[in-house]
Nanobody, 125 residues
Framework: QVQLVESGGGLVQAGGSLRLSCAAS????????MAWFRQAPGKEREFVAG???????YYPDSVKGRFTISRDNAKNTVYLQMNSLKPEDTAVYYC???????????????????WGQGTQVTVSS
């Protein structure tokens, strides 16, 4: 069983930056594709960034060029650096992990087996 714990959320002004962290338990982190999703009030959860076990990265157009996902396998941690934040980035951000050695579609939440509890990001205008 994998446990994921997010941290780093908070309140920031538009144009500011935040870095989210997600610490994973267990010994299989380096073998798992990881991702960040977010869910704003009244909206469906959406894909924000993904990183494969080989550190290939994927982003939707809405955050490309502003957000960067990275991983540190020695620390069992995945990060999301968010720059040039906009009010529409306000949401609860979730870390997610696919099961080890599984390569599912990186942008579909149904392909992820483990989820964190989420961390709130609020961007004020």
């Amino acid at each position: 069983q994998v446990q994921l714990v997010e941290s780093g959320g908070g309140l920031v002004q538009a144009g500011g930056s935040l870095r989210l962290s997600c610490a994973a338990s267990g010994r299989t982190f380096s073998a798992s594709n990881m991702a960040w999703f977010r869910q704003a009030p009244g909206k469906e959860r959406e894909f924000v960034a993904g990183i494969t076990l080989r550190s290939n990265t994927y982003y939707p157009d809405s955050v490309k060029g502003r957000f960067t996902i990275s991983r540190d396998n020695a620390k069992n941690t995945v990060y999301l650096q968010m720059n040039s934040l906009k009010p529409e980035d306000t949401a609860v951000y979730y870390c997610a992990s696919q099961r080890p050695y599984y390569s599912g579609a990186y942008s579909l939440e149904g392909e992820y087996d483990y989820w964190g509890q989420g961390t709130q990001v609020t961007v004020s205008s």
